[in-house]
């Protein structure tokens, strides 16, 4: 059954004249009466928003649903609050735009809690754009958890499209896992913040209208003082399936080293590709290596290629856990770790788990202290075995070769991200030569054995 889409004109309504900056404190801005609108509303999505032939406007989005529960802030406000988008006040800039940190408090905005704030601005000249942009609001306005970054306001003005969220003290999980002069993250750490982005993930997959992140990646997992993580960045999150559809065809999007080879090869879009994502992310936890590295040869290159033979060979699994734990963590721990990667990264995707049973997996792996076991043994686990360890969860997760519905009319399009260089970024950007060598890989003889072993 396809769910009715509703025109933005319908879910447009007038917060009785209060400005949005009303009197009342931050946690209730969304007032009662706004409780029940989005209650009897289905969650938006960004089609029910883009109406070509009636463009939304500035003023239609802060008179929505949406827009009500965001402060509205004006590029004057954002240049205060950045200290004139000074660089001193940059924390690091993505393929959308520079982002700053800046302070915000009720002298601003009546009822906004005072506290610190990064501010993305997008680059006019940049990749991204207005699509992103309002994927953000209308995600993550509507969505709320505690391991999704908060969204506090935008600004729209003339050509500037701009983003205020909570601030979260430690930046990226990239900056954090990937840092050269730092103390490497505590085992102990890398399970905490593995646990809470799955968290994250789960809740998109669990809504009632399933979304797929489709950008799950080390920089866009941030973390808290506390190094609570949360995901952000919905620039390319996607509905996901509704009714009997199993799952979307989109114009494959993401960053390369980590999309799932499914949607690769041909644009098949499921939850499971968030969770191919997710191994990979937890595969970095565990080895302290980038996704992607040019320094490794071949098809070395993608982390996944040159750890599946160590996963899968309990000798060489010193090779694989990163050397700057030195040999501080569980060896139980780390087996299951390793196993739970091994799984999320199944190259079909019906062996891979869902999100919850990720979840589950890595709340059993929490309370493992961090010591000091030297090698380890490691068992990789047979399609059986995980079967009853993973017990099977939403219809969403389950997938059926059909095709739901046609994004754009386009297929076996790559689009890879495109970052700016900083020094402790990473960079991904689009490269058709090492597309075209990850498909052949897909495609080689080495390839179809290990598809034969996932079984
Ligand atoms: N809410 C935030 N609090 C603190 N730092 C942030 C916040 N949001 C972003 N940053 C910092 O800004 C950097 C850039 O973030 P952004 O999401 O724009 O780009 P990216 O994730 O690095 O790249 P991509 O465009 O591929 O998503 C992050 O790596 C992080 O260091
Ligand atoms: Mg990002």
Redesign the pocket.
């Known amino acids: 059954m396809t769910m009715k889409k509703i025109a933005w004109k319908s879910v447009i309504f007038t917060c009785s004249n209060k400005s949005k900056s009303s009197s009342l404190p931050e946690s209730d801005i969304i007032d009662k009466q706004v409780v029940k609108q989005l209650a009897s509303f289905q969650r938006l999505s960004l089609s029910d928003l883009s109406n070509p032939s009636s463009p939304l406007s500035a003023d239609d989005l802060s008179n929505s649903v949406i827009g009500s529960k965001l402060h509205v802030f004006t590029l004057a406000e954002l240049r205060i609050v950045t200290a004139n988008f000074s660089r001193s006040n940059m ?7 520079p ?1 700053y940190k800046g302070f915000v408090d009720d002298k601003m905005k009546p009822g906004l809690k005072a506290q610190p704030v ?1 501010v ?1 601005a997008l680059d006019l000249d940049g990749l991204q754009g207005h699509k992103e942009w309002m994927a953000e609001i209308i995600f993550l306005g509507q969505l709320r958890h505690p391991h999704l ?1 908060k969204l506090i306001g935008y600004c729209w003005e003339d050509e500037h499209r701009l983003l205020v ?4 003290a430690r ?2 999980l ?2 954090q896992l990937f840092k050269r002069y730092s103390a490497a993250l505590p085992w102990s750490t890398r399970m905490k913040i593995a646990l809470g982005a799955a968290k994250g993930l789960a809740f998109l997959h669990e809504e009632d209208k399933p979304v797929i992140y489709r ?1 799950f990646k080390t ?2 997992i ?1 973390l808290d003082a506390d190094y609570t993580a949360k995901l ?2 919905f620039g390319l999150a996607k509905d996901g399936p509704e009714g009997e559809e199993t799952h979307v065809i989109t114009r494959v999007m993401g ?1 390369q080293g980590y999309a799932a080879p499914e949607y690769v090869m041909t644009g098949h879009l499921t939850t499971m590709s968030d969770v191919y994502s997710f191994g990979v992310v937890l595969l970095e936890l565990l080895t302290g290596k980038r996704a992607m590295d040019n320094t490794r040869s071949g098809r070395e290159q993608s982390l996944v290629e040159w750890a599946r033979p160590l996963m899968k060979d309990p000798r060489k699994l010193e090779r694989l856990i990163d050397p700057r734990l030195e040999g501080q963590f569980s060896s139980t721990g780390a087996q299951k770790a390793v196993a739970l990667a091994y799984k999320c990264l199944s190259h079909h995707p019906k062996p891979r788990p869902s999100m919850s049973e990720v979840v589950k997996a890595l709340e059993s792996l929490q309370d493992f202290q961090d010591s000091f076991v030297g090698p380890f043994v490691y068992v990789v686990p047979n399609e059986n075995d995980s079967k009853e360890n993973f017990a099977k969860g939403k219809e969403v997760t389950r997938i059926k070769e059909k095709d739901s519905s046609e994004e754009n009319g386009q297929r076996n399009h790559v689009s890879w ?1 495109h ?1 700016v260089k900083l020094p402790m ?1 990473m960079i ?1 950007y689009s490269d058709s030569g090492l597309y075209k060598k990850f498909v052949h890989s897909l495609n080689s003889p080495n390839h179809h054995k290990e598809k034969g072993r996932d079984k």
């Open positions: 924390l690091g800039e993505g393929g959308f735009g982002v990064a993305k970054v969220y909570e601030y979260m930046g990226s990239e900056n950008d920089s866009n941030l952000s960045d960053t991200r970052r970024s991904t």
